[in-house]
């Protein structure tokens, strides 16, 4: 059985929804992204169409 949950990206700024299967999860918090997971520090957003995160 598989359960696939979708949850927004742990990133304030970020809208991305992704599955928790996908996502980068970092402290407990699923993000979208290693930069979202990284808060961004490298300076780049999530690269997700749409997104202006980051
Ligand atoms: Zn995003
Ligand atoms: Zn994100
Ligand atoms: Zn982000």
Redesign the pocket.
């Known amino acids: 059985m598989t359960t696939v949950t979708s949850m927004k990206?742990a990133?304030d700024s970020?809208?991305?929804v992704i599955s928790t299967d996908d996502a980068v999860d970092k402290d407990g918090k699923f993000y979208?992204?290693e930069s979202?997971a990284n808060g961004h520090t490298d300076g780049k957003?999530?690269s997700?169409q749409g997104?202006t995160?980051g």
């Open positions: 990206c990133c970020c809208l991305c979208c992204s979202c957003g999530c997700h997104c995160c």
